[in-house]
């Protein structure tokens, strides 16, 4: 016999892992990591896991956002802004700011596997 409960809980977890997966698009489109997760969870406000995880992990995302906005900020301002150019001190925190997000969204992934809820680091304020 199936488990139709186990099965569509399988499956509403699966959208929390393909929101999870969608944060890797700020590597290709700026603040795509609050663009296609922000469409995923609105789009699927209703799944169970979504309302509890997804808005964590949604919450998680801005909130690094905007300290990584600050900081771009900050460093364009302190740094000499290169001539015209973007400083290179932009361009690495960009790069860290993108590894850092990868090894999140991969812990993420593990933690989703074995607990099957979000990670304790993740905030509640959506």
Known sequence: PVDLYTDASAESLNVVKLMNFSIL???MLPFGNLIVPGLIYFSNKTNEHMRNIGKRILGFQFLSTAVFCYITVLLFLIVDRGHGAVPLPVISSYLIYSSVSMLIVFKTHWH?????????FFPTFI
Request: no cysteine; glycine share 0%.
């Open 112 to 120: 989703l596997d074995k607990e099957q809820s979000a990670p304790s």
């Open 25 to 27: 698009s700020v590597l």
